[in-house]
Nanobody, 130 residues
Framework: QVQLVESGGGLVQAGGSLRLSCVVS????????MGWFRQAPGKERTFVAA?????????????TYADSVMGRFAISKDSAKNTVYLQMNSLKPEDTAVYYC??????????????????WGQGTQVTVSS
């Protein structure tokens, strides 16, 4: 059984930083594409960031981001810890949301849609005060 557990959310002032973590169990990151989504109150869950591997030979890690977080957020992973991170800098009040970690079974594919993901965490609340 695959489980994703997020942590690291909290309350921060505008301009501050947080790092979210997502520990994956039941599946290795080498075979799993990972992403982060967020859902603000009364709104749909939207794509934030994702990583994929370039190809079966080099296996370079390729990140991609939503325009709204480009240059402020960074997604990374630690394969030894089977953990994915989302470093969030220069936070804005509009970043306030529940953040979800998600995984899928195609590590070489870029996926930005909710329905493309197979596994989900329970979410962690991020609140940015002005």
């Amino acid at each position: 059984q695959v489980q994703l557990v997020e942590s690291g959310g909290g309350l921060v002032q505008a301009g501050g930083s947080l790092r979210l973590s997502c520990v994956v169990s039941g599946r290795t990151l080498s075979n799993t594409g990972m992403g982060w989504f967020r859902q603000a109150p009364g709104k749909e869950r939207t794509f934030v960031a994702a990583i994929r591997l370039s190809d079966i030979f080099r296996r370079d890690i390729l990140p991609t981001y939503a325009d709204s977080v480009m240059g402020r957020f960074a997604i990374s992973k630690d394969s030894a810890k089977n953990t994915v991170y989302l470093q969030m800098n220069s936070l804005k009040p509009e970043d306030t949301a529940v953040y979800y970690c998600a995984g899928h079974t195609s590590p070489y594919s870029l996926k930005r849609e909710k329905f493309e993901y197979d596994y989900w965490g329970q979410g962690t609340q991020v609140t940015v005060s002005s």
